[in-house]
């Protein structure tokens, strides 16, 4: 207990050294005189403007790397065994799909094994698992405790231990695939040197409502400055649902963290200072569900702002590094100012503004930030791409994404805060998937209670506490 608690303490006290700088930064330009107090922002925004139209928009002119690269399996190659391994709780309503699903993709026979791992659920997803291994040969099933430990990574690191296979092809349990993903996706990675790939994560229910919609075009935002920033010598990450893995690269770097409430990002760092490279493929991609609603969104996103702030600070000494190349340092640089500091420093900024009585200061990095998001959302969504149907652009919903986005400057300053007032706790927060028959909106209505009740009962399910 004395580790753990010295770790907590130690999360806390990089967490709070985060937010004063943040919240000096935010809080310094109103001292300035008012000639010269928009001065910092202004710079911030040049830079980080400059840098982002590189990665991101010059990118959407050029071909995408997904179509150069070979798309099919050559006759000439075997093909490699690929195991699917999905961490199933209580997925009654998407699990008998998923298994039908991969029993549909193209894959040499003998060369395909799914992986569910039963995660203790109290649903009927055990009997469904059951009926489905009397159909499926290929189908094998492994079951924990739900006291088990560890969450997601716990579950995976159970499986790892099982696969002999090459690839391992990481899904959630409301993954929807194209039949032809392996034979496009597994052929990319090899001939790319790829160690892990992540394909681009499309909106299954886009059309419920405007905020599955919002999520379908952040989506697309995020492949696309992916694509961008690895083409330009920076750093590509893991999303979780639809990572392709290479066994022996997992295997180096030690298999899944199971002290970490994003294990794929955490992944994603541990795979970069290894020199492992990752890449994205815009297309096929996987399918998911979209939350449905604003409380389930605000939960989500509070576990992915904790654990994508987290790696910086367990993994920052190694990522300052000679470990790292000058391009990869500086798309760091950059993607930590945006994503993380921009949030904190604009609400500082906001509280000094209140505070002091003068006007804002960090408002010009911040319209040029949202602005620049807003033009790339638009460009990524008119890209052409498979799957279900991107959003369609104009003013209203090009101004909806936009608005969208601002729940970022929320989540990372509440994050943030908690982190460093609050010791760590490992929980899974699972999303609870009620298949694509409740994703329309005649149907979302009578389902939102129970989907914000389980998640809640989730959410209170504490797996460990350090």
């Known amino acids: ?38 001065v910092p922002a202004i710079t911030l925004a040049t ?23 070979p798309s099919v399996l050559s006759p000439a190659a075997p093909p490699s065994a690929v195991d699917v391994v999905v961490a199933a709780r209580d997925e009654q309503a998407v699990i008998a799909r998923l298994v039908e699903r991969i029993a549909t993709l193209r894959w040499p026979e003998g060369q395909l094994t799914l992986w569910v791992v039963d995660d203790g659920s109290d649903d009927r997803t055990p009997e469904l698992l059951a009926e489905l291994q009397g159909r499926h040969p290929f189908l094998r099933v492994l079951r924990r405790s739900r006291e088990a430990g560890g969450g997601k990574s716990g579950a995976l690191n159970l499986v790892l231990q099982q696969l002999s296979g090459r690839w391992m092809l990481v899904l959630d349990a409301d993954a929807d695939l194209q039949s032809d993903v392996l034979e496009r996706l597994v052929p990319w990675a090899e001939a790319g040197g790829w160690a892990a790939v992540q394909l681009r994560k499309a909106v299954a229910n886009a059309q419920t409502n405007l905020l599955t919609s919002a999520q379908a075009m952040e989506m697309a935002f995020d492949a696309m400055i992916q694509e961008g920033r690895l083409a330009n010598g920076g750093v590509a990450e893991l999303r979780g649902n639809g990572q392709l893995l290479s066994r022996e690269a997992l295997l180096k770097v030690g298999g899944f963290n199971e002290n970490t409430v994003t294990d794929d990002l955490d992944l ?3 795979f970069l200072l290894e020199g492992l490279p990752i890449g994205v493929l815009w297309d096929p991609p996987v399918q998911e569900e979209a939350v ?24 920052g000494p190694g990522l300052v590094s000679n470990r790292l190349g000058f391009s990869q340092k500086l ?7 945006l994503q993380y500091v921009l949030p904190v420093v604009a609400s500082a900024d906001l509280l000094a503004t209140v505070l002091t009585r003068t006007a804002p200061t960090m408002w010009p990095f911040s319209i040029v930030a949202l602005a620049l998001s807003g033009l790339a959302i638009a460009t990524g969504c008119r890209r052409p791409s498979e799957g279900p149907p991107l959003p369609a652009m104009n003013p209203f919903s090009g101004g909806l ?14 994050v943030t805060l908690k982190m460093a007032l609050l ?34 009962g989730d959410l209170a399910t504490e797996v460990s506490q350090v």
């Not at 982002?52 to 928009?57: A, F, I, K, P, Q």
């Not at 009620?434 to 809640?456: K, Y």
């Open 423 to 456: 010791p760590k706790k490992l929980v899974w927060v699972k999303t609870l998937h009620l298949g694509h028959e409740h994703s329309d909106a005649a149907n979302a209505e009578g389902c939102v209670a129970e989907r914000v009740d389980q998640e809640a």
């Open 401 to 414: 994404g936009i608005l969208y986005l601002v729940h970022w400057f929320v989540v990372i300053p509440w």
């Open 268 to 270: 994603s760092f541990r």
């Open 292 to 315: 449905l609603t604003l409380p389930a969104l605000w939960r989500q996103r509070q576990r992915w702002a904790e654990g994508g702030l987290q790696r910086f600070f367990d993994y």
């Open 331 to 337: 798309d760091l640089t950059c993607f930590f100012l």
């Open 1 to 38: 207990m004395a580790a753990g608690g010295s770790d907590s303490d130690r999360r806390r006290a990089k967490a709070a050294l985060f937010l004063a700088c943040c919240a000096l930064v935010g809080i310094a330009p109103h001292w300035l005189p008012p000639g010269r107090s928009l």
């Open 47 to 69: 830079l980080l403007g400059g840098y982002s139209l590189r990665t991101v928009l010059l990118q959407a002119f050029r071909r995408s790397s997904s179509e150069t690269l």
